[in-house]
């Protein structure tokens, strides 16, 4: 299977990526992107590989120019690694559905 050069989120954690964004959690929405799939390889979150309902966001190279999201991903779970950008996406809409839930909860998920 080829890897992607587009990745998004599906519409339901792109709408929560943008209210988390306007609540001022983040700087950018971006930012927000790259902490939804650092707290989801942190968390061991199991991400909905499907892909049904996405729409593309971001250049699969954008979100990780320096490739620390990759490293990452390959320390915490190399099963994942065969299609880096996949993995990256649907570990994002995991991650940003977590955020939004414990924000909602009056919980800080960076410093749990």
Not at 20 to 25: S, V
Not at 35 to 57: F, S, V
Not at 69 to 87: Q, V, W
Request: with cysteine.
């Amino acid at each position: 299977m080829s890897d992607l050069k587009q990745i998004g989120l599906s519409a339901k954690a792109d709408q929560e990526l943008k209210r988390l964004r306007e609540e001022q959690r983040f700087a950018s929405e971006m930012d927000g992107y790259r902490l939804a799939i650092a707290l989801a390889l942190r968390e061991n979150l199991e991400p909905d590989w499907d892909g049904k309902d996405r729409r593309n966001k971001y250049a699969a190279t954008a979100v990780d120019p320096t490739g620390e999201l990759l490293e990452a991903l390959h320390l915490f779970r190399p099963e994942m690694t065969d299609s880096p950008a996949r993995a990256l996406q649907a570990l994002a809409d995991v991650g940003v559905m977590y955020m939004a839930k414990e924000f909602d909860r009056g919980k800080n998920p960076v410093c749990p």
